[in-house]
Each structure stands twice: as C-alpha cells, then as structure tokens.
C-alpha cells in the first residue's frame, strides 16, 4: 500500500484514531481462531463514530483497499483476522448504549458488548435474550455480523429475533438507516435481515436498534448425566416432542473432563455426557414442565437426574458450560466447529463427530445447543506437530460434510468466515453461491468489504 495513501486517511480523521506501528497493528491481527493464516494489516482505523467509519469507506473506495471491519475480535470462524494489505476498521470505541424504557428498545453502538446491553436493559426491568457464551466479551456489532445465538436461542431465537433498526455505511461511504424502533414494518424489500448475517461484507453496521422484552424469570434447572453421548441425545429429541425448555445443553465426556481440569466443579467426570435443561414457564405449569423434561431423561437411560429450583445451582452448571472453549486453550491448538442439524438427526451427527475424531486420531470434545440442534465440536491439535495439525483440519472438512449430508449446516451461529469458506457451496449448491456473489457484487462491485471472507 502506498505510505501516501495512508498519510491522506491519517490527515482526513483526528489525531490517534489511525495506528499503523507494529506493536499496534499486532492486537488487529488475529480474532480468536488464532489462525496462522492471519496477514498484516497496514493501518487500523478506530473509529469513534459513524461520520469516521464513513471517511474510512469512502478512502478505502478511492484507493481500492480491502477493509476487514472488527469488533471485539472473538470471532470463531476468522471472519475478523486481517488480511495483507488491508486496513483493520475497528468499531471498539463505538460503545454507547441508550435504552428506550417506553419504546422497549436498546439503541446502542457497534463496539458495546453484548453483556453492556443486557446490564443496561436489566436495570430498566428489560431483558436482551441472545446469549452467546462469549457474552461478557463480544460486541454486538459481531453479534449481528453472524446472527449470534447461544444457550437461550432454543426458546428465545437469535439476534435477527430482536433487530428492529440499524444504520448501515455501505461500500460508497452512503449511510442508510434501515427500520427503526417498530416492531411491525413491511415497507420495501426486507434489507435489515439482509445485513444480518453478512458478516461485514455488504456493509458496515454503525448503530442498532434492539428489542427488548420483560425480564426473564429465574429458571428450574435439571442436569442429567448419561452412560453415552447417543443416549443423550435421544432424550434432546424426546424432549423436542413436549417441552419448550428455555435452555437444553449438551457435554459430552471430554468437555466434562477438560472443565473439571481447568477449574472443578464437581462434574461427574465418568458420565458419557450430561445434560443441562432449564425452564422458565410460569409458576402454575412449571412443575410439570420439570416432570416432563425429568421423564424424557430417564426414559433415554440418564444415570441421575437432579433438578432445583435455586438460580445459584443452576447458574453454576450453566458457567461449567460456558467454560468449554476457554477450557480448552491450556490443552493445544483448536479448530472450532458450529455445525448444526436439524434436531432429529443430532444422535447421528454427534455419532458421526465422535468416528470422525477416531478416524483422523485427534481429540473432539463436543459441547451443543442441543435443544435447536447447534453443536460446537472443538478440534484440539499440536501446532507444533505438522501430522497434527493435518490430521486436524481433515477433521475439520469432515466434521461440515457430516452435517451437510445430514440435511444441516456448516455454521449455526459463527459464520462462515475464512476458515469455513472452502465448504459453502458444498451445503448450498453452486445457483445459490452464485446468488450471493450477485448481491455482494451489486453492494460492494470492487469487493472492498471483508475481502477473503465467504463471498
């Protein structure tokens, strides 16, 4: 990239918003893949507001230079690593959250962590569902770029659920606003789903408008543990037939075991897997959601099942499962996966997952959504083992073709990103790839936005 280019970007914008040294460009390389893949970036640009993100474009437009937009950087699928060339485009400092207590809506920023917004809500009595388990670190802006779910989403849906508004830079520099604080709107083409979900390829999100709804009532909690990981899942699907629980996740043994060895928690480390049910129906007809969800359990062949009504005890085996991925970084290198089937096939996908890790001889500690389907297969490896590392992304291939021969999906809520591309027109066929390269053509013709990600 020309220096002069960039010297033009750093007079155009206040002092400190453009850092192209080294050590600063370091921290805008990777997101939380850590993929060796990651370029360098020559310039990051920390916006603090939209009129900025705007310049960026508009420069970035003239001199035809790729823009990988960044939030919190805890992507799992690459789709905020920098590429060579490139200027990062980090909305970090784009942070403010406003809750309109009489529209129910949060109007917040890009940069604002997830938990930022459900704090806020919380404090006017609301409640922002979408509940990744990264919630305490990513950003919304990331949220919306791959249609975040996480562990309330079986009952509560993802974030398209709750996007009622956003602005949107577009790849000219032009903002758009897109809907607004309605909660009903058919006017036009339905353009605020289309940016849900892309990733940062068609445009650059600068402010949302959120739905929010009552808070939620503290949940009963079952957790059961089961001889096999097959006999957990057919209790999820049993379950899928009666209960509408709140939240149905899964571990299996090696998740189990790497959470105990990371922090003890009182896990059984011998059970094949355990499941984590709660339910938050009212009053009058949750104990007999519980009988139900207890019954499927058992009737699927659970070990022990124990259920509670206190928030403290189920909050504590709701945090062993967040810990998953974090309990995993002590033990190696990791590919994570996010592939999804629909809920009857799950006892098979989970099958499939665990002769897929035999076959290659790498570990694949599985932890699930397990109530919509959604599981994230976590591929460990020696980095320092090239054998290793290629046994490990042939698992990786494997683990998306399983579930695409399944009927399902290679991304339930990460994104494709760069690490997954290779593996899309596999699932949606070459007429649909092709349509999503007629839209991103028509929105961003020089390909400017996220270049190397999935279109």
Request: aromatic share 4%.
């Amino acid at each position: 990239m020309d220096d002069d280019a960039v010297e033009e970007l750093r007079a155009a914008l206040p002092e400190g918003v453009v850092v192209t040294t080294e050590s600063a460009l370091e921290k805008y390389r990777h997101d939380w893949t850590r993929d060796a893949s990651a370029g360098h970036p020559r310039a990051a640009v920390r916006a603090e507001n939209a009129e900025q993100v705007q310049e960026t474009i508009r420069w970035a437009a003239r001199h035809r230079i790729g823009v990988v937009p960044r939030g919190a950087g805890t992507s799992l699928s690459g789709g905020s690593m920098a590429v060579d060339g490139c200027v990062v485009l980090s909305l970090e400092r784009m942070n403010r959250v406003e809750i309109d207590l009489a529209a129910r809506v949060a109007v917040v920023e890009p940069g604002a962590l997830n938990v930022e917004v459900k704090r806020a809500a919380a404090a006017e009595g609301l409640w922002y569902p979408p509940d990744p388990s990264s919630f305490e670190i990513c950003s919304i802006g990331g949220n919306i770029a791959t249609n975040a779910g996480g562990l309330c989403c079986v009952k509560y849906g993802v974030t398209t659920d709750y996007v009622l508004g956003m602005d949107v830079v577009l790849a000219d520099g032009t903002l758009v606003t897109l809907g607004g604080k309605r909660v009903k709107d058919v006017a036009g083409l339905s353009l605020l789903k289309l940016f849900v979900g892309s990733e940062g390829c068609l445009g650059i999100v600068t402010r949302a408008v959120l739905r929010l709804v009552p808070a939620q009532q503290p949940a009963s909690t079952v957790v059961a543990t089961f001889p096999t990981v097959a006999d957990a899942a057919a209790a999820v699907v049993e379950l899928g037939r009666s209960v509408r629980a709140s939240m149905v996740e899964l571990m299996d043994r090696a998740s189990i075991n790497a959470v105990e060895d990371f922090q003890p928690m009182g896990l059984d480390r011998d059970a094949g897997a355990l499941l984590l049910v709660q339910s938050d129906a009212p009053s009058g007809a949750r104990a007999e959601e519980v009988a139900a969800i207890v019954a499927a359990c058992e009737l699927h062949g659970a070990k022990e099942v124990v259920d509670t009504d206190d928030p403290e005890d189920g909050e504590m085996f709701v945090q062993a499962r967040r810990l998953h991925f974090t309990a995993l970084e002590p033990r190696g290198a990791m590919l994570p996966e996010d592939v999804g089937v629909p809920v009857p096939q799950l006892p098979e996908l989970l099958a499939e997952i665990e002769a897929i890790g035999q076959r290659h001889d790498v570990e694949i500690p599985v932890v699930a959504h397990a109530g919509d389907g959604n599981t994230h297969p976590a591929i460990v490896y020696d980095s320092a083992d090239p054998d290793s590392e290629r046994r490990a992304r042939l698992a990786f291939d494997d683990v998306m073709h399983a579930a695409i021969r399944l009927g399902g999906t290679i991304t339930g809520e990460h994104g494709v990103g760069r690490l997954k591309k290779g593996c899309l027109e596999d699932q949606i066929g070459p007429d649909v790839m092709a349509l999503n390269r007629r839209v991103k053509e028509a929105l961003d013709p020089d390909g400017i936005l996220n270049p190397g990600s999935f279109v």
